[in-house]
C-alpha cells in the first residue's frame, strides 16, 4: 500500500474527511497511552466530529494515526476490489468493471488519488481518459435521470391532488371528532372538580407526615449536637516552622543548668513515637538525646512539648547548632486507669468523691478496663479542684464526652501514662455526670439567698411562699445557663425546667396539712368516698360535655390517621436501621484502613530519617568549599573563571503560540527534527513545560545543546546562552551576574549551563535553584554530560527534573528547526491542578516515601495530574525515581516497591538500565 506520510495535505484532508469517525474515536479511547502522548489531558469522548477531523489531519505523520488512516484506506480498496471482481465474474470486462465501479466509490471526486493508493501502473494520459470517459458517464446520466424526476414529478403531482382530496375528507370527520371532545372535555372538568377534594384529603395526610417527620427532626437534633461537641474538642493542628517537635522532661544538671531531655517525637500526623538515641552515632541532628532549654517550664522533671531545629555548625559541620522553643498549642492526654470502676458510673462517683492523682497533663481520660479496651471519660485540669491533696470533680460539669480506646494505644514516658495520639476522634457518646433536674435544682437553690429566705419568713404559709417564688424565678436565664451546659436546644432546656417545676408542685402539694386532714377523713368513711366520687363524677360531665363529644370525634380521626401512617412509619424505621447498620460497617472499615494507614507512615517516617541521615553522611564527606573566581570573561574561554557564549541557529518561521497545548506540540515536532523519534519528544516536551512551570533546573545527560536549540528556536528565535563553569569552582554571585547580563529584553531567555556538578558540590546547585524562583523570563537547563546520574549527589533531585537526552535519539536531523512568535498573553506559570487528581496522584507516590522527600512528593504528584497520567505509564516520573534511589544507592529498595505496588515498566525499566 502506499506509504500515508507520501501524500500531500490535500489528499490526507480528502480520505480523513470520509473516515467513520464513531470507529476513529473507539480506536483512540482503546489505545489511552498513546493518545495521552499527543494530547495529554484531553478525553476522547469529549471531542466533536471537527475536533477529530482536525486531530487526524495535524496528526497524520504520528505512526499511531498513520496506522487508523490505512485501515480505512484498505478497507476501502478492498470494497472496490471486491465489486470488480463481482462485476467480472459477471461478464464486464475489467475496464467495464472499473468505469461502473468508481462514479460510486469513496474516490469518485478524486480518482487520481485511487490509482496513486493502488500503485497501478497507468500512464497520465490514461488516468485522465478515464476521468474524462467517468464525467461523460455523468452528463449522460444526469441527463436520463433529468427526464426520469420530470415523470416522476408527474406522477407525483397526481398522487398529492388525490392526498388533498382525502385529506379533505379527513378534515371533515376531525371537525365531527373535535365536538365529541368538547363534550368529553366538559365532563373531564366535572371530574377535575372530584379530583380537587381528594387533593384536599391528601393534603390532610400531608400534614399528618409532617408531623411525623418532626418527630424525626429531633432524632436529627440529638445527633446535630453530638458534632457541636465534637467540634470544639478537636485539637488545633499541627503548624509549625520547626523541623522537629518533640516531648521533653526538665532535669538539671551538676552545674544547674536546665536541659530538656528527649522523650518521644510527634509527627506531622499527631501520633506520639517514644524516641531512643542510636548509641552506635553520634548524638546530633535527628539522634540528639537532650536539647537546650531556652523557655517554657522550670520546674525539675516537669514535662513539655518543644518545636526545634538543628542545623550544622559554621566551625564544624558534623556537630549540630539547635533551637528550642516552647510549644503551648498542643496538649498531651494523661491516661488515668481506675482499677476499682467497672463502669463510667464508678467512675463518676470515684471523681465526685475525690481522687489522690497528681495531674501531669491538661487533658486526662479516666478510665476502666475491659479485657484489652478502655472505656473513659475525657476531662481538663480546670474541671476540678483540689482539696487537701485530694482532687474534686466540680459540680459544674454536667456531661463529658466518652472515648473508646485500645491497652496498646497507651504510651508510658517518664512514669507517666499517655494517649499516643496528640487528639481524639468522634466520641462514642456525651456522658451526662448529673442528672438534669439535679442541674435545673442546683441552679435554682443557688438563687435561693439568706436574704431571700428572710424575706419570706417561716410560716404557715410556707409552702405557698415558696410556690410563688418558684414561679418568680427567671426561667429564660436558666434555660441559657442549661442551653450552654448540655449543648441542648431551648425547647429541652425549658421542658427540663417545666419537669422540676412539676416535681416540686406535687411535693409541696402532698404536703399540705389541711389537705393531707380531709384526706384521711374521706378515705376513712367508704360511703362518703363513694359520694363524693359520684358527685364529682356527675359535675364533670355535665360541665365537659361538649368537649368530651368533640374529643372523642378527634380521637377517632386520630386513630384512622395513626393506622395509615403506621405502616409507613414502619418502613421508615427499617430504612433507618438498614442505613445505621451500613454506616457502623463503613465507620468499622474506615477506622481499621485509618489505622493501618497510620501504621504504615510511621514507619516509612523512620525509613525516611534513617535515610536522610545517611544521605547527609555522604555530602558531609563529599562536600569541600571551592575557591572563587574574581572576574567573568564573556566570548572567552578560560580554566579559571567563568565564560558564557551565545550561539544562534537559523530557523524556518511557523506561526504563532498562544497557548500551553501549541508549545508542547510544536516543542515535540522539533525534538522529532532533531532525531527524537515521537515517543521521547513528547516526553521532553512535557518534562521541560513542566520545569518551566514549576521554576525548576532541567538536569540533562546527553545531547544537552541540541534540546536547548530545539527549545530556544520556539520561544526566542534560537538563541542559546551556554555558560561554562570551571573545575575550580565560581560562587554564586558571579554566575547570576553573568546570566542577567545576557537576558533578552524582548523574548524568554534559555541558558544551558556546563559544569556546574563537576566538583561534585551542591552549594552552587541549591543557591541557583532558590534564585530561579525569582526569573520569570529565564529557563535553566543543567548538562551533566560525561558524569553519571548516580553520582549526584541526592539533593539534586529535589529541585531539578532529570531528561534522559539518549533515550529515543535516533540520528542527528537534516530538517531546519522552526521558530515561531509567542504572543503577550501565553504564560507558563498559569496552570491549573485538579485537586481531586492531584490527590489521586500523591496516594500513588506516596508509596515511594522510603526514598523521597515530600518537596519530591508534591512535584511528582502535580506533573501526573496536570497530564492525567498514571505513574506506570510515564517514563519520565519511573526515571525520576530510578535516579533518587541510584543517588542513595537504594535500587534494590525500589525494585521491591516497583513490585509491591504493580509498576510494571518501572521495573522493566529498571532493568533495562542496570544492564548498561
Known sequence: MYNISELSNDEIKYICERMNFKDVRYYLQMHPKEFNKIKPGFTVKKMTVDETLSFLIKYANKPFIQFVIQSAVKQWLSEIKDYRDSLEHDGFTAGEALLKTLPDCVFCDKIELYFKLTKQEYTDDYIKLIIDALSLVK???????????????KAEIERLNADIQTIR??????????????LAFDDVNKQLKNNQGLLSDTTNKLHIAESTISSLQHEFESYQSL???VGSEVSQPLISNYQYTSIGQIQYDYNEQRWIYRLANITEDGLIVPFIADETIPHYFSNRDRLYWRNGPTADHAIGIWNWNARPRDTDPDKDYVETDFCNSIQLTQVVQLSDCKSLDDVVSLLKSGISIQFDCTKLLFVYKVDSILNGLLCSSTDFKCTNDKNFLKSTVYTLPQYRIKLSDVIELAGIKIYKYVSFGIPLSIFQVCDPYEAVKSLIISRFTNTNLREYGLSKKEVQHCRNYLMDVPTQTIIQELTLAYNCSNKTAQEYINGFISLADKYLSASDIDTAIISRAIQGNAELLDLCKQQLTDEWKVENEKQLDEAETKLNDILSSIESKQSEINQLKVDRDKLSAEMKQLQATLSQREQLASDVETKISMQIEKAKQNAADFISKMAFVSTPSSSVVNGTQSSTKLSVFNSHIDCVEDGDIDDIETFEDELSENLTRAGYDDDQSIEISQAISFGIFEKCPLAISENAKLIAQCLAAVLNGGTVSEVFVPIQGINIEELSTAINDNISKTSTTVCLIHGIFDSYSINLFNALSNIMQNWDDIIILLSFEGIP??????????????????SGFEKNGVEPLHSFTIHDCFDFHKRDIDAKKYKEAKRTIKLFMKILSHTQIGMYSRYLSLYNISLNDSDLILLQLIAVARSIGDTEHLKELFHENGTENGEKLLDYIGKE
Do not use: C
Open 227 to 229: 458534632e457541636r461537641y
Open 169 to 182: 375528507k379527513q378534515l371533515t370527520k376531525e371537525k365531527e371528532h373535535a365536538e365529541a371532545l368538547k
Open 139 to 153: 452528463k449522460t446520466s444526469d441527463a436520463v435521470l433529468k427526464e426520469h424526476h420530470i415523470e416522476i414529478q
Open 789 to 806: 546520574s548516580k553520582m549526584l549527589m541526592p539533593g539534586v533531585w529535589n529541585h531539578a527534573i532529570f531528561i534522559d537526552g539518549d
